[in-house]
Structure formats: structure tokens, C-alpha cells
């Protein structure tokens, strides 16, 4: 059974056979698998790598169910997560060591089917084990942990006593928050929504800046006694612009700003006398790849709880249900929903 989005904003369960494998593929049952805005994206048409028709889900874990006849560093009963980007590995890109921005990848989850399924078809090479410590729920919300992780370490400065702004706290500025406050970082999160900032406190926010009760920038500079955070990071993205120019605002004099939420059609202005008077550095990144290693491991020694993230669960059945509250469609407080396929 596999839950299918026949076309943009048409899904369907169905009986679908059970994928068939290579020798080097290996057979995932899946435990639960992470609804992503990205995958509300791709339910409604507006994401630029997915096919139709699709299974969606890239975050997910389970217990291997069969394996491939050249598969030798997993058996059957392993419980796995899966790194989800499979890059052609011949471009010039994938032979300078940067695999993720491949123009060929295929993204199981978006053109390859994913985890909104009983069943997963993955490469050997593209699963990580999960510490016997760990709840499968944990390893595959340690997906968009891996997010902010990625943003934080391999795109910063942040530190021991960095100060730092998040603006967005849904998954994945919740794993920036909960990844900067382990480094030491002071973390500011600024959002819209008070159960949102209130998951922010317990993931490691030292303070919380509600954006409809407060104006963003003169609250920041008060914190900061009018300096500006060292680093800050865009984490709500969607069709406007008014976080990307409060973060050219509240960044301090030759800081830097990490763009980690994915913008609209409309896209984003960015105030550009902001960077050039400031001397501001502004960054991109995409994704967690490779970041599932160190995410579990923080999250099996207990240096990050990605728990108080988790809001919802729903069968497959209900799939529907889960993408609608992941979009906002509903009156629930919402930040991440679990898929649970086998339940």
C-alpha cells in the first residue's frame, strides 16, 4: 500500500506491488516517515524535481526486509534511515566533492518514489543504521534536524558565545536552534506562532520574539545592545520577503545571513545597501546530505532532543490529513507530522 499523488493536488491510495531490487538495493519497511513543507510543495505542484504520478515522503526510516544479492553491509531486521540524494556521480559537480547540487540527482522521495509507502526501494550505499538506542521516530525526525545542522555547521561561525537569530521555527529552524545552542551559541528564535516558540525554548532558544506582538528589529537590536547577532538564519522561506529583510537588519556589521527556507515564485527581495554598507555576507544551503552520521549521534548521546518537534502522527490512510496540517490548513498547532505506514 503506497500513498500516490496521481497529479498536483490528487492522491490516491494504492495496492501497489512491492518494488523489485537491484543487487545493490535494499527493501525498507518503513517505520514513519517525515511530512515536509517540501513534500506540501510537491503535493500541489509548485516543487521543480517532482513527477507525478509519485510517492512522496524523503524522511524515513524502518527495518530492512530484504536485500539486494550484492548487498554485504546490511541484513534483514537492520533498522535504517536513508540518506535520500542519489547524484549521477560523473558530473563535474559529484567529482568536486558535491554530490547534493548534482543537476542529474535523482531525490527518492520527488522523481524516485519515497517513504509514503509500506515499502521503500534504497540503495545499500544510501542507508545509515540507527543506534540501538534510538526510537525509529527519532532517526527520521533527525532528517530535518540535519537541515539546520548542515546550515549551522558547514555555513557559519557560529561558536562558544556566538549570538545568533533564527527566523522560522518549524523543523527546520528548530534543528538550527537546537544545533546552534550545542555549539554554544545564544539563540534568539523569532516566529508567529507561541507553540512554536515555546518548542523553540525547550530545543535551546534563550530567548523568543513572538513577530506579530513585537517589531523583530528594534527587539533584536535592544537584546543585542544595538550591535546585531553574529549570524542569523532564514528559516521560514514561502511567498514573501519581509524575514529577508529583517535579516539584513538584526545581522550585525560584517556578519552573515544563511538562507535555509525555500522562497516562492514570487521570490524575495534583500535590501543590497543593507550588504554592501554592512559588508554582510549572505549564504545559501540546501538539504542534510551526509549529515545523518553526526545528527544521530548527537541525538543517541542526548546532546539534542528532536522529540518536542513531533506534533502529529497519522496512518497512511490519512496521508491527506497529514499534508493538509502540514500546510496549514487546519486549526491545530502544528510543526511536524509522522507518517506511519505499518500502523
Do not use: W
Request: with cysteine; net charge neutral; charged share 20%.
Amino acid at each position: 500500500m503506497a500513498a500516490v499523488v496521481i497529479e498536483p493536488g490528487k492522491l490516491e491510495i494504492q495496492d501497489l506491488p512491492v518494488p523489485g531490487l537491484g543487487k545493490n538495493d535494499v527493501l525498507v519497511k518503513v517505520a514513519s516517515c517525515g511530512v515536509c513543507g517540501s513534500d506540501v510543495h510537491a503535493f500541489e505542484g509548485n516543487h521543480f524535481r517532482t513527477t507525478y504520478p509519485r510517492v512522496l515522503g524523503h524522511e524515513f526510516s524502518g527495518v530492512v526486509a530484504e536485500i539486494g544479492s550484492g548487498v554485504t553491509n546490511f541484513k534483514c531486521g537492520d533498522r535504517v534511515c536513508a540518506e535520500t540524494n542519489i547524484p549521477c556521480g560523473v558530473c563535474k559537480i559529484c567529482n568536486s566533492g558535491l554530490p547534493h547540487l548534482c543537476k542529474s540527482v535523482i531525490v527518492i522521495g520527488f522523481n524516485a518514489d519515497g517513504g509514503y509507502a509500506q515499502y521503500v526501494k534504497v540503495p545499500a550505499d544510501n542507508l545509515i543504521p540507527v543506534p540501538h538506542n534510538m526510537t525509529l521516530d527519532q532517526a527520521t525526525l533527525t532528517q530535518p534536524l540535519g537541515v539546520g545542522y548542515k546550515a549551522v555547521v558547514d555555513h557559519s561561525c557560529v561558536e562558544e558565545g556566538t549570538t545568533v537569530a533564527v527566523l522560522g521555527a518549524g523543523p527546520i529552524g528548530l534543528g538550527a536552534i537546537a544545533t546552534a545552542s550545542a555549539r554554544g551559541g545564544n539563540v534568539i528564535a523569532i516566529d508567529l506562532f507561541e507553540h512554536k516558540l515555546k518548542t523553540a525554548k525547550k530545543m535551546g532558544a534563550m530567548e523568543v520574539i513572538n513577530g506579530k506582538e513585537e517589531d523583530v528589529v528594534s527587539k533584536v537590536l535592544e537584546l543585542t545592545d544595538g550591535h546585531g547577532v553574529d549570524a542569523v538564519f532564514e528559516c521560514a522561506g514561502g511567498d514573501q520577503d519581509v524575514t529577508i529583510q529583517q535579516a539584513t537588519q538584526i545581522v550585525r556589521r560584517r556578519g552573515e545571513v544563511i538562507v535555509v527556507g525555500t522562497f516562492g515564485k514570487k521570490g524575495a527581495r534583500v535590501r543590497m545597501n543593507d550588504l554592501r554598507a554592512g559588508e554582510i555576507t549572505i549564504k545559501g544551503t540546501r538539504g542534510q546530505y551526509k549529515k545523518y552520521a553526526p545528527c544521530l549521534e548527537m541525538v543517541s548521546n542526548g546532546q539534542i532532543d528532536v522529540m518536542p518537534m513531533l506534533t502529529h502522527t497519522v496512518s497512511l490512510e490519512n496521508t491527506l490529513r497529514g499534508i493538509e496540517l502540514m500546510a496549514g490548513k487546519t486549526n491545530q498547532q502544528v510543526i511536524k507530522v509522522l507518517l506511519k505506514p505499518n500502523d
